[in-house]
T-cell receptor, first 112, second 114 residues
């Protein structure tokens, strides 16, 4: 069955360092992959989308890579700040009318 | 724009009661999604609509759940009768024409069934 795996344990990182979050998937051929941020008590907020034919995408301090051979996406936050502390969700879809499936998320804590 | 609006924000009810959750999508968006989020299972898609028509309801747990979208600016998710295992946060999200991938989420309704 289709499966999306994100680090279930929280990731603690020192302010100023680069945070790297992982999203692995199995039994899936996604047309695109997305990363969302979720703060406690709020709905997820879209951050970045990367398509199957793209290797890397950047937005300000954020960078996403997508390796369809390894079936993995890496999400990087450079020069991390305490305000980056949140849960980050990856989401995949096969495109068309296929639904978007979310991973369970990784909680990031940036320590001042 | 005010974003996706959901009501109520919190709902506490007793087992067996009917629960109705409401959603107003962002104006101009033609896709509407209902999700349920729990610690154990994460964010699960229940149903989604395109132009008020249900496209995929395969995530609706059972017949106790129903969803409607009578017009482009309003949708409801109903649980009847409610059970304690329905306790979760329910999110509504919408997306714009041609941009189905990017979803804009509401603040959620936290439901507790006693």
């Amino acid at each position: 069955s289709q499966k999306i795996e994100q680090n279930s344990e929280a990731l603690n990182i020192q302010e100023g360092k680069t945070a790297t979050l992982t999203c692995n998937y199995t039994n899936y051929s996604p047309a695109y992959l997305q990363w969302y941020r979720q703060d406690p008590g709020r709905g997820p907020v879209f951050l970045l989308l990367i398509r199957e034919n793209e290797k890397e995408k950047r937005k300000e301090r954020l960078k996403v890579t997508f390796d369809t051979t390894l079936k993995q996406s890496l999400f990087h936050i450079t020069a991390s700040q305490p305000a980056d502390s949140a849960t980050y969700l990856c989401a995949l879809s096969s495109g068309g009318y296929q639904k978007v499936t979310f991973g369970i998320g990784t909680k990031l804590q940036v320590i001042p | 724009d005010a974003g996706v609006i959901q009501s109520p924000r919190h709902e506490v009810t007793e087992m067996g009661q009917e629960v109705t959750l409401r959603c107003k999508p962002i104006s101009g968006h033609d896709y509407l999604f209902w999700y349920r989020q729990t610690m154990m299972r994460g964010l699960e898609l229940l149903i989604y609509f395109n132009n008020n028509v249900p496209i995929d309801d395969s995530g609706m747990p059972e017949d106790r759940f129903s969803a409607k979208m009578p017009n482009a600016s309003f949708s409801t998710l109903k649980i009847q009768p409610s059970e304690p295992r329905d306790s979760a946060v329910y999110f509504c999200a919408s997306s714009y024409p041609g941009g189905r991938e990017t979803q804009y989420f509401g603040p959620g309704t936290r439901l507790l069934v006693l």
